[in-house]
């Protein structure tokens, strides 16, 4: 082979060697997301550190709020609604509807301790006005409080909570395969990359331009959008979903950032070999384990 030729084949090599070395890394970004989407969009357990009491709290207020609107009208004073829905209340039956949602059943509310608070303040009201509690009047308060079960029964359940069961249903199990089918591409053309050269050392330098693109990738565009405080220009109601939202993107984002310290350390480590195989060290312990069982076996046959 001339020298003309051996140049253009290692510039076809080379070349090659990029070309799949980008797309090595557009698997990996890929299969991040993935193993993020698993992680952030169908993990109860992220979802549920997300909410803060900041999140109950708000969902309380907008809950008494509403209840204050409609009482005023009907005549009650609003010191019936004192006490009758509190933010344990709230918590419990707020991370019901999502433990259902990420669990495939459907979650009722009890809240028959609240309905009997609230009936013994309007009946401690009434007294204290020397109204008769027969007939007419207790079908008012038994209406009343009806539609303040409404009220909290249609704050309780997180806004969107569908879309987390239709996603459970139908998009975690194409996301898991994804993740899987990515593994199996980026580790087949790791292999390939390694095998073009006849020493890996020089096949694997391409693998960790791959893992540290990868890790720009999923660290940069991210970081920026956590620096920038993009997750907090969200425009979404009511107030308390807006606070859920805004902190859950925020997680996002820190989760991103976190996995790209995984590939951090896996470009750290490629690099490390590529040092290593470059300056000989494995052969050096190869052969000083074969030497080490050659002296042995001659002292045995001494």
């Known amino acids: 082979m001339s020298r003309e030729e051996w140049e253009a ?12 070395s980008f797309i090595l890394s557009m698997f990996l970004l890929l299969m991040t997301v993935c193993l993020a989407s698993l992680n952030i969009l169908f993990s109860e357990g992220f979802f549920c550190r997300v909410i803060g009491d900041e999140y109950y709290q708000s969902v309380l207020s907008e809950i008494v709020t509403q209840a204050e609107d409609y009482t005023l009208p009907v005549g009650f004073d609003v010191s ?39 009936y013994a303040n309007i009946s401690a009201s ?32 997180m806004p969107g909570i569908a879309l987390i069961k239709a996603a ?3 998009v975690r199990g194409i996301v898991s395969t994804a993740a899987i089918v990515l593994f199996v591409l980026s580790l087949a053309l790791s292999v390939v990359l390694v095998k073009l050269y006849k020493y890996p050392h020089h096949g694997m330098q391409y693998v960790t331009y791959a893992a540290g693109g990868c890790t720009l990738m999923s660290f940069g ?4 959008l956590w620096m920038t405080r993009v997750y907090a220009r969200v ?29 951090l350390l896996i470009t750290v480590a490629c690099g490390v070999y590529i040092y290593l195989s470059r300056n000989g060290w494995f052969e050096k312990k190869g052969k000083g384990r074969w030497q080490k069982k050659l002296q042995a076996l001659r002292r045995r046959r001494a």
Do not use: C
């Not at 084949?9 to 990029?18: D, L, N």
């Not at 009758?84 to 509310?109: C, L």
């Not at 303040?148 to 309780?156: R, S």
């Not at 565009?221 to 920026?224: D, E, I, N, R």
């Open 168 to 170: 459970r249903a139908k």
């Open 9 to 20: 084949r290692e510039r076809t090599r080379t070349v090659i060697s990029y070309l799949f």
């Open 80 to 118: 019936v609604l004192d006490g009758v829905f509190t933010i344990d209340d709230v918590r419990h039956d707020v991370n019901g509807h999502i433990t259902a949602a990420y669990r495939g059943y459907q979650y009722t509310p009890d809240i028959e301790t609240e309905n009997s608070r609230l």
């Open 221 to 224: 565009v991210p970081f920026y």
């Open 235 to 263: 425009f979404v109601t009511p107030e308390y979903f807006y606070v859920f939202v805004s902190e859950y993107l925020k997680q996002v984002l820190e989760s991103f950032m976190r996995i790209s310290l995984l590939w």
């Open 126 to 157: 009434l007294e204290e006005d020397h109204v008769d509690m027969e007939g007419d009047v207790k079908e008012i308060i038994d209406a009343y409080i009806k539609d303040i079960d409404e009220i909290y029964l249609g704050e309780v359940p």
